[in-house]
């Protein structure tokens, strides 16, 4: 005999999802959602009219209070890859697994960001755009990339799947995280002792760590004058991470030669930001990389269901790591 649902216990009746439409893509995730989300219910913030029923908590940044009353949630979702913004809502429920998103389309699009940013400086492009304005019919030397070293600072399914694509464009690469790994044609470099020399190596450093305790502040004036003079900095983890008037003080100093920033320590970035019209910055609106909405879809209502078999969920924060 089938046990009455009002019986049950809350945590089988609750099947939802409640979908926070905060991101920059949210119309494009909510239809990705309602696509894939089978004959489960699926509400819209503010509109929930059964909180008891949510089972799963979609979001980026996370509306204040939105964990109120969700008594039965067993999942708290990320859209992107990076999950700080729900790592650090005030009310997230302890026990309750938080995933990010690990994807292809993410892969690519962040090592189509970061190849176009070493690219456009290490082939003079730059230059080449003024001069065209200028008029100006002039061939610079071509600088090979087999002299240049790229440092990636975050070795994780970002670091890696950037990796790949520089390697076979030529450069060299050493990579730094906090354990060492062994990828073919990356020189590993791990933990604090040996963050100095990895830096000393790096020509152009990508900034592709997840924003903790550790990494806020890791690229202070100390840490930037470790690299090689004329060193480009493409930063693409979180804002906070490299000091930004440690940066300026950096290129001012022509100690760096060029910085491509996407993400800043406040967002957006304010009028008044003297890195808006600093000739050494190009600034992007943190638009490195977002995952295809049908593959967040897809990866959310795997990892429910996961749950819900007893399963452990795919790409789970570790909490005591913080990412
Ligand atoms: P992962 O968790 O897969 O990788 C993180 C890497 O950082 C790992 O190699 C890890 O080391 C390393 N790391 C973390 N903390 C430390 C530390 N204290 N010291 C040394 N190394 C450390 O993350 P992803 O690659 O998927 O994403 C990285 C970040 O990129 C995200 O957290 C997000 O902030 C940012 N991002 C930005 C986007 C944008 O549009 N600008 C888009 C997507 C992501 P280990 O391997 O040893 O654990
Ligand atoms: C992410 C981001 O972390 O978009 O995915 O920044």
């Known amino acids: 005999m089938s046990m009455p649902d009002k019986q049950a216990p809350a945590a089988n009746q609750a099947r939802g999802i409640l979908f926070c439409p905060t991101a920059s893509n949210a119309d494009l995730l909510q239809e990705a959602l309602e ?23 979609v979001a980026f940044r996370p509306p204040p209070g939105v964990f109120e009353g969700l008594a039965a949630l067993r999942l708290v979702h990320g859209v992107g890859a990076g ?44 230059l080449y755009d003024e001069q065209q304005r200028a008029r100006i019919w002039k061939r610079l030397t071509q600088r090979h ?14 670091g890696l799947a950037t990796a790949r694509p520089l390697r076979q464009l030529g450069y060299n690469l050493v990579g730094w995280s906090r354990s060492r790994k062994s990828a073919e044609g990356i020189e590993s ?32 004036a100390t840490a930037l004058s470790k690299l090689p003079r004329g060193a480009v900095v493409v930063a693409v983890g979180r804002g906070g991470q490299v000091d930004e008037a440690a940066l300026l003080a950096a290129l001012d100093s022509g100690h760096l030669s060029h910085a491509h920033l996407d993400v800043f320590e406040t967002e957006p970035l304010p009028a008044d930001s003297a890195l808006w019209a600093h000739p050494g910055v190009t600034l992007t609106p ?15 209502m795997e990892n ?20």
């Open 35 to 57: 696509a894939a989300r089978g004959d489960r219910p699926l509400w819209i913030w503010p509109d929930v009219p059964s909180p008891e029923k949510v089972a799963c908590l």
């Open 83 to 126: 999950v700080n913004a729900l790592r650090d809502a005030p009310g997230r429920p302890a026990g309750v697994p938080l995933c990010r998103v690990v994807a292809e389309e993410l892969d690519q699009g962040m090592a189509q960001h970061i190849i176009h940013a070493i690219l456009r400086e290490t082939r003079d492009h730059r």
């Open 145 to 158: 990339a087999c002299d240049i070293t790229v440092g990636i600072m975050g070795l994780g399914a970002l």
């Open 189 to 220: 470099f791990a933990g604090p002792a040996e963050m100095g020399t990895f830096l000393s190596r790096s020509d152009f450093l990508v900034v592709l760590l997840p924003i903790t305790a550790e990494t806020h502040g890791i690229l202070d």
């Open 286 to 300: 943190h638009i490195a990389a977002s995952p295809h909405p049908l593959a967040v879809a897809r990866l959310v």
């Open 304 to 323: 429910l269901s996961r749950i819900e078999r007893g399963e452990p969920p795919l790409h789970a924060v570790d909490e005591a790591r913080g990412y």
